[in-house]
């Protein structure tokens, strides 16, 4: 079934469905970023932050704009080692399934830096290795658990389609999609990233120095890569490489 091509309205209204969605699970704070990796923060089509368009804490106003925030916060962190909705409430975090992913997460000085009583965050992992979130948060009193029951699932969707939309829109991701890479390409790359240099990745397939930079470069233009560091991280986020490359 065709539709319509994505447009900058389409992601603007998908915002504005964020912050309803908020209000709606008593969670009326709002942050999104797209690209956990950028420190430039999530902007629309004019290059303002979708930050000044969503409400946030009033103790913390311009937030955006402290670009080491997403190096030091817990909530980002717990995003970046987990994929699936999360829930945060009275120094603890959790999901909709046990996991010891957040086990080791340190929340023990959320309440009393920023004031949160609860939050739902929603971890959205894209093609390529990039990571955004969305975070809902509130300074009063929730029933985190009945929240969580009721809304995880549609709001962690609907944070998947409004980060996806932004990213397609502001790399033009529909026209970089990475080719399969040949056996021998993926073999080439998967002893890269194991920090091989390319002399090694010959003794070890039994190439030549030569073909071996071949088939790399060649693996690198698949993927859309100018460097080798781009090209394993590209690889290994498009599934090319395995979890234990």
Known sequence: MERAALSWDDVDALAAE??????????????AQSDLGDAAPMADRDGHAYAERMPWVPTSPGYWRN????????????????????????????????????????CSHIDQEFGFSAALIAPVHLAGGQVGTVLWVAVEPVDIAGVFAR???????????FLAAHTELTTR?????????????????????????????GTILTLSVSTVRFHLRNAAEK??????????????????LGPHA
């Not at 073999?187 to 091989?196: L, M, P």
């Not at 859309?224 to 781009?230: F, L, N, P, V």
Request: aromatic share 10%; proline share 4%.
């Open 18 to 31: 964020i912050v309803a969605a908020g209000v709606r699970a008593n969670l009326p704070f709002v942050a």
């Open 67 to 106: 670009r080491s925030l997403a190096l030091r916060s817990t909530f980002l962190h717990a995003a970046r080692i987990f994929a699936e909705p999360i829930w945060y409430a009275d120094g603890q975090m959790g999901s909709w399934r046990g996991t010891n992913a957040l086990a080791g997460v340190d």
């Open 151 to 161: 809304y995880a699932e549609p709001m962690f969707a609907l944070a998947f389609r």
């Open 173 to 201: 991701r529909a026209q970089m999609q990475p080719r399969q890479l040949s056996a021998r390409e993926a073999q080439c790359v998967r002893w890269a990233a194991a920090g091989k240099t390319n002399a090694e990745i």
């Open 223 to 240: 993927l859309g890569a100018t460097t080798r560091a781009r090209m394993i991280q590209i690889a290994t986020g498009h599934g090319f």
